[in-house]
């Protein structure tokens, strides 16, 4: 997470970097593939897992 997003970034406020970490969580959970997770996200996973 710390090299994906914020090596070298900086942000202008407090509010700025947790609206963007809000933002990465959701992305990471939702959106990211994972090659481990048959190429789908964390959360399509687990929703498919539960399914079977």
């Keep these: 997470l ?6 070298g ?6 509010n ?3 609206d ?7 992305y990471y959970n939702n959106e990211r593939i994972s090659i481990k997770l048959k190429g789908m996200s964390p959360v399509h996973y687990r929703t498919h897992s539960l399914a079977i």
Excluded at 2 to 7: A, G, P, T
Excluded at 9 to 14: I, P, Y
């Design 20 to 26: 963007e970490l809000k933002n990465y969580i959701d």
């Design 2 to 7: 710390k090299v994906e997003m914020f090596y």
């Design 16 to 18: 700025t970097f947790i």
């Design 9 to 14: 970034e900086r942000f202008e406020s407090v």
